[in-house]
């Protein structure tokens, strides 16, 4: 007789975690896999040493910790694709805030101050963010600096799992023309290039006139050129889009549109070009005239297109709202399945993470979560939150502060 | 029962927001000061006998009829719950639902319009931290496209705010949802004004970097209290002319008496004639407001932001003070940090469910969903423990707000008498991919999302994206 340690998980008022658990076994769940497979419903999970070891119905395992998730969605754990989460706590106090420099631009790396303890972490990987493509704020100068993605495990050692995967710029309406600022960017180029050329030089002494950059900025160009690395562009209008492609197709360089609220405008163009768009599908408000045709079906028409999305949401601190942006886009007529994927897969395919995360596949990553409703519902909230197959503790700050109200109101 | 009950809570509460203190009387009212200017001249359209039958009602009075029907006619809710209504226009509205038409106690649109201008930055008279005499109604441009995105998403009643500059930062503007080239003509009729304060940083913050008073939460205090005094003592000497006036019309010595327009709405809120809408995060400020407004005999009407007031919800509800919040925003300034999910939640379950809890946008993108921002709020409190209702949940964003802008007569529940503001939802409400399928203000039709036709754009929305092509 096989012995199969059951516990009628959901049932239970404490939770049970699974903690240090290393082969768990989830039965019975709708599983949205954010892969072709779509949604396999009634379906189980296994997750062995932190990976995804299997899917599929009626399996066993001698000696697995099973959960019973009948009547419970899971999916992947959603990835922020862009995001301050860890490089700033409270927005207008700047000791607390990383997210740019003085100093440098292109060379700019968020890693060396990604702080895990912050307390934006258990907040979004409670709303669902497992990972999150940390990425500086715009500054003054067209170059940000790069983005990195790190899991919401909360470790204090935590490392980057993908270090410095995109540049950042913008592009648009400012005290500087728009046209100067093209002109900077394709200084910033031949800049580049020449430094690449003299390099031997330099280092033996030579001159060379950096101007406003660092070797460090002009090293990071050339990831760049190099099609090492993508750049994100921030940019709203459709005009400076179709400039922003010639751009990267004289140069060859690989680019992203963030933002975007005119995309929909040179949506088969943006399609043909296959540039990956992010976007808050909620964003519709006019609010420059660099968006004034900012409309709420953007996601849909650019997913009818061909486009490939990325869903964000536009503040750092409830970054996980990505998944309220989401729903409504499929209200608005994006397939559930397409909404999901912006969610996960697209954002890993695009930052070159998708072989370990982003989808509900063997071999992959075990970041899992388990909800008590539509994941794409605004009143669903996660119920059980897997990162690296480890059960992480949804607890926050804010459910202790709540506690102590209720109890405090005698509302308990 | 229960929604009997919450409506005597309603009444007793509305008789204290209108309690007459016993400071001295004006000889004369404000409109007769103002020889009857700036008032409303909004008059709604004539509108049909429609019956809107088969549909899931949630009145906004604490109730969810299931599969009922609604009898609109001039302009008003005719009959709830009748099916027989000969010679009416029918909307068959099965598994669709309906709710009073949404109103938020907190925007900043028309003051803050899209797109943001330096030209039409209208919300913070940011010159100096008492400016009472500023009303928000003369900075709305009538033409922001925001209104229109606004009305998509259900809302037929907003409130305009100056911002939160200033610890006193002018008379906030309640307005329907209805297109008009003049303010006054968007003006709800007889709503009372409203005064706009605000606690903590941002008053701080804006004067404090200018090394001017106030710079710290102190400092903010002793100016709220200074401009309690100044009205006061305007509110002595008015009475003292009005008296001296009445012994001898004839007295050509006595010197004339100046109007001053800060002391005119400072003094209407110690008539209890203006609501107070207090932006506040902190607990422990939310307390001193309410201590300040005992010392000079108002009433705090609504916090709004309102992050903390978890914290002091029994406090508010003894004091039948609402708090007007977000259901999730926070961090994007320390007073910002301690939010919790459930903040909405536990204020209406205060003190056995007599809180006042209202969700409001401070968004032109939030104020779009506030359906969905509700929906989060009681999700979050059935998280822990809290069992509310939809039929509740419904009033933070409809009766509630309505009740603390003092139109709760006239809007904010689907009851007999009252304006035929309505939304035919295309599922339920609390739904993300819940849409709002017809707004309905006043009776009439101002949003259909079946007709591109069926709304007024906006003169800015007009071939704005190229000739011939509006924005919407």
Same mark, same amino acid.
């Given at each position: 007789?096989?012995?199969?340690?059951?516990?009628?998980?959901?049932?239970?008022?404490?939770?049970?975690?699974?903690?240090?658990?290393?082969?768990?076994?989830?039965?019975?769940?709708?599983?949205?896999?954010?892969?072709?497979?779509?949604?396999?419903?009634?379906?189980?999970?296994?997750?062995?040493?932190?990976?995804?070891?299997?899917?599929?119905?009626?399996?066993?395992?001698?000696?697995?910790?099973?959960?019973?998730?009948?009547?419970?969605?899971?999916?992947?754990?959603?990835?922020?694709?862009?995001?301050?989460?860890?490089?700033?706590?409270?927005?207008?106090?700047?000791?607390?805030?990383?997210?740019?420099?003085?100093?440098?631009?292109?060379?700019?790396?968020?890693?060396?101050?990604?702080?895990?303890?912050?307390?934006?972490?258990?907040?979004?990987?409670?709303?669902?963010?497992?990972?999150?493509?940390?990425?500086?704020?715009?500054?003054?100068?067209?170059?940000?600096?790069?983005?990195?993605?790190?899991?919401?495990?909360?470790?204090?050692?935590?490392?980057?799992?993908?270090?410095?995967?995109?540049?950042?710029?913008?592009?648009?309406?400012?005290?500087?023309?728009?046209?100067?600022?093209?002109?900077?960017?394709?200084?910033?180029?031949?800049?580049?290039?020449?430094?690449?050329?003299?390099?031997?030089?330099?280092?033996?002494?030579?001159?060379?006139?950096?101007?406003?950059?660092?070797?460090?900025?002009?090293?990071?160009?050339?990831?760049?050129?190099?099609?090492?690395?993508?750049?994100?562009?921030?940019?709203?209008?459709?005009?400076?889009?179709?400039?922003?492609?010639?751009?990267?197709?004289?140069?060859?360089?690989?680019?992203?549109?963030?933002?975007?609220?005119?995309?929909?405008?040179?949506?088969?163009?943006?399609?043909?070009?296959?540039?990956?768009?992010?976007?808050?599908?909620?964003?519709?408000?006019?609010?420059?005239?660099?968006?004034?045709?900012?409309?709420?079906?953007?996601?849909?028409?650019?997913?009818?297109?061909?486009?490939?999305?990325?869903?964000?949401?536009?503040?750092?601190?409830?970054?996980?709202?990505?998944?309220?942006?989401?729903?409504?886009?499929?209200?608005?007529?994006?397939?559930?399945?397409?909404?999901?994927?912006?969610?996960?897969?697209?954002?890993?395919?695009?930052?070159?993470?998708?072989?370990?995360?982003?989808?509900?596949?063997?071999?992959?990553?075990?970041?899992?979560?388990?909800?008590?409703?539509?994941?794409?519902?605004?009143?669903?909230?996660?119920?059980?939150?897997?990162?690296?197959?480890?059960?992480?503790?949804?607890?926050?700050?804010?459910?202790?502060?709540?506690?102590?109200?209720?109890?405090?109101?005698?509302?308990? | 029962?229960?929604?009997?009950?919450?409506?005597?809570?309603?009444?007793?509460?509305?008789?204290?927001?209108?309690?007459?203190?016993?400071?001295?009387?004006?000889?004369?009212?404000?409109?007769?000061?103002?020889?009857?200017?700036?008032?409303?001249?909004?008059?709604?359209?004539?509108?049909?006998? %429609?019956?809107?039958?088969?549909?899931?009602?949630?009145?906004?009075?604490?109730?969810?009829?299931?599969?009922?029907?609604?009898?609109? $006619?001039?302009?008003?809710?005719?009959?709830?719950?009748?099916?027989?209504?000969?010679?009416?226009?029918?909307?068959?509205?099965?598994?669709?639902?309906?709710?009073?038409?949404? %109103?938020? %106690?907190?925007?900043?649109?028309?003051?803050?319009?899209?797109?943001?201008?330096?030209?039409?930055?209208?919300?913070? +008279?940011?010159?100096?931290?008492?400016?009472?005499?500023?009303?928000?109604?003369?900075?709305?441009?009538?033409? =922001?496209?925001?209104?229109?995105?606004?009305?998509?998403?259900?809302?037929?009643?907003?409130?305009?705010?100056?911002?939160?500059?200033?610890?006193?930062?002018?008379?906030?503007?309640?307005?329907?949802?209805?297109?008009?080239?003049?303010?006054?003509?968007?003006?709800?009729?007889?709503?009372?004004?409203?005064?706009?304060?605000?606690?903590?940083?941002?008053?701080?913050?804006?004067?404090?970097?200018?090394?001017?008073?106030?710079?710290?939460?102190?400092?903010?205090?002793?100016?709220?209290?200074?401009?309690?005094?100044?009205?006061?003592?305007?509110?002595?000497?008015?009475?003292?002319?009005?008296?001296?006036?009445?012994?001898?019309?004839?007295?050509?010595?006595?010197?004339?008496?100046?109007? =001053?327009?800060?002391? #005119?709405?400072?003094?209407?809120?110690?008539?209890? $004639?203006?609501?107070?809408?207090?932006?506040?995060?902190?607990?422990?400020?939310?307390?001193?407001?309410?201590?300040?407004?005992? #010392?000079?005999?108002?009433?705090?009407?609504?916090?709004?932001?309102?992050? +903390?007031?978890?914290?002091?919800?029994?406090?508010?509800? #003894?004091?039948?003070?609402?708090?007007?919040?977000?259901?999730?925003?926070?961090?994007?300034?320390?007073?910002?940090?301690?939010?919790?999910?459930?903040?909405?939640?536990?204020?209406?379950?205060?003190?056995?469910?007599?809180?006042?809890?209202?969700?409001?946008?401070?968004?032109?993108?939030?104020?779009?969903?506030?359906?969905?921002?509700?929906?989060?709020?009681?999700?979050?409190?059935?998280?822990?423990?809290?069992?509310?209702?939809?039929?509740?949940?419904?009033?933070?964003?409809?009766?509630?707000?309505?009740?603390?802008?003092?139109?709760?007569?006239?809007?904010?529940?689907?009851?007999?008498?009252?304006?035929?503001?309505?939304?035919?939802?295309?599922?339920?409400?609390?739904?993300?991919?819940?849409?709002?399928?017809?707004?309905?203000?006043?009776?009439?039709?101002?949003?259909?999302?079946?007709? =591109?036709?069926?709304?007024?754009?906006? =003169?800015?929305?007009?071939?704005? %994206?190229?000739?011939?092509?509006?924005?919407?």
């Amino acid at each position: 007789m096989k012995i199969l340690k059951t516990y009628l998980f959901f049932l239970l008022c404490t939770p049970l975690y699974a903690e240090n658990q290393e082969i768990i076994l989830i039965k019975n769940a709708t599983i949205m896999t954010a892969m072709e497979a779509g949604i396999l419903k009634d379906t189980d999970l296994l997750i062995n040493n932190g990976l995804i070891a299997e899917v599929g119905q009626n399996l066993e395992y001698n000696g697995a910790f099973v959960i019973d998730a009948s009547n419970h969605f899971i999916t992947p754990g959603l990835i922020a694709p862009q995001s301050m989460i860890g490089i700033q706590e409270i927005e207008l106090e700047t000791e607390t805030r990383d997210d740019s420099s003085h100093y440098f631009s292109s060379g700019f790396s968020i890693i060396d101050a990604f702080n895990p303890s912050s307390a934006l972490i258990p907040y979004n990987r409670t709303g669902g963010i497992t990972t999150a493509i940390v990425s500086p704020s715009s500054g003054n100068h067209i170059f940000s600096g790069m983005a990195s993605a790190f899991k919401l495990d909360g470790k204090l050692t935590e490392e980057a799992i993908g270090e410095n995967v995109a540049m950042i710029m913008s592009f648009g309406g400012s005290e500087d023309s728009r046209a100067s600022k093209m002109l900077m960017l394709k200084d910033s180029i031949i800049k580049a290039k020449n430094y690449h050329k003299s390099r031997s030089q330099i280092m033996r002494g030579g001159y060379f006139d950096f101007g406003n950059y660092t070797p460090r900025d002009l090293e990071a160009i050339l990831r760049l050129i190099g099609r090492e690395i993508p750049l994100i562009i921030r940019v709203n209008r459709a005009r400076d889009m179709l400039r922003m492609i010639r751009f990267s197709n004289e140069n060859k360089i690989e680019i992203i549109f963030s933002g975007a609220k005119e995309a929909w405008r040179i949506a088969d163009k943006i399609a043909i070009e296959s540039i990956p768009v992010i976007l808050d599908p909620m964003d519709n408000i006019p609010s420059s005239f660099d968006s004034i045709a900012a409309r709420m079906d953007n996601a849909v028409i650019l997913n009818n297109a061909g486009v490939k999305l990325l869903i964000t949401s536009q503040v750092t601190h409830n970054s996980y709202l990505s998944r309220q942006g989401a729903g409504n886009a499929v209200a608005y007529g994006l397939p559930e399945h397409e909404a999901l994927k912006a969610l996960t897969i697209n954002v890993a395919t695009v930052f070159g993470l998708s072989e370990s995360i982003g989808s509900i596949e063997v071999g992959k990553d075990a970041d899992i979560l388990i909800w008590n409703g539509h994941p794409l519902e605004v009143s669903s909230f996660t119920k059980e939150i897997y990162i690296d197959g480890k059960n992480i503790d949804t607890l926050t700050r804010s459910q202790m502060l709540r506690d102590r109200y209720l109890k405090r109101l005698g509302l308990d | 029962m229960k929604s009997i009950l919450e409506n005597k809570v309603w009444i007793v509460l509305i008789f204290i927001s209108l309690n007459i203190s016993s400071q001295p009387a004006y000889s004369k009212s404000e409109s007769d000061l103002i020889n009857q200017a700036y008032q409303s001249t909004y008059k709604p359209i004539a509108s049909p006998r %429609i019956l809107i039958k088969n549909a899931n009602i949630l009145t906004g009075t604490g109730e969810l009829i299931e599969s009922s029907s609604i009898l609109i $006619e001039n302009n008003k809710i005719v009959s709830l719950g009748n099916d027989d209504a000969d010679d009416a226009e029918i909307i068959d509205a099965k598994g669709k639902w309906i709710t009073p038409g949404i %109103i938020d %106690i907190h925007s900043h649109m028309g003051v803050y319009p899209a797109p943001s201008l330096r030209g039409n930055s209208d919300g913070n +008279e940011a010159t100096s931290p008492v400016t009472p005499h500023v009303w928000a109604e003369h900075s709305v441009w009538t033409q =922001d496209p925001q209104f229109t995105l606004a009305l998509k998403g259900g809302v037929t009643t907003f409130h305009v705010l100056p911002g939160s500059a200033n610890l006193f930062g002018g008379r906030g503007v309640t307005l329907k949802n209805i297109r008009s080239v003049t303010v006054q003509g968007m003006k709800f009729p007889n709503a009372p004004y409203t005064l706009k304060m605000a606690c903590g940083e941002n008053p701080k913050r804006v004067y404090g970097n200018r090394e001017s008073e106030p710079s710290t939460r102190m400092g903010n205090v002793a100016g709220y209290r200074d401009a309690w005094i100044d009205a006061q003592h305007y509110m002595e000497q008015m009475a003292l002319n009005d008296a001296s006036n009445l012994e001898d019309d004839s007295n050509d010595d006595q010197e004339s008496f100046k109007r =001053d327009l800060k002391m #005119e709405t400072l003094s209407g809120v110690l008539r209890g $004639e203006i609501l107070i809408q207090n932006h506040c995060y902190r607990g422990e400020e939310m307390a001193v407001m309410m201590d300040i407004a005992k #010392e000079f005999n108002y009433k705090v009407t609504a916090f709004h932001h309102a992050i +903390e007031a978890y914290k002091v919800a029994d406090l508010l509800a #003894e004091n039948g003070v609402c708090a007007a919040m977000w259901a999730d925003w926070w961090g994007f300034k320390n007073e910002a940090y301690d939010m919790v999910w459930e903040n909405v939640a536990m204020v209406d379950q205060a003190l056995n469910a007599n809180g006042c809890a209202i969700v409001h946008s401070d968004s032109a993108v939030g104020i779009q969903h506030l359906n969905q921002e509700a929906s989060k709020a009681r999700s979050a409190g059935l998280r822990a423990g809290l069992n509310i209702s939809k039929a509740r949940a419904i009033r933070w964003i409809t009766i509630n707000p309505a009740k603390a802008l003092g139109i709760a007569d006239r809007v904010g529940s689907l009851e007999v008498g009252k304006m035929a503001d309505l939304v035919i939802w295309d599922g339920d409400p609390f739904s993300t991919f819940t849409k709002a399928e017809r707004v309905f203000i006043d009776g009439h039709l101002s949003f259909d999302a079946t007709s =591109d036709n069926s709304f007024i754009r906006t =003169d800015f929305d007009l071939g704005i %994206i190229e000739p011939g092509r509006d924005r919407l």
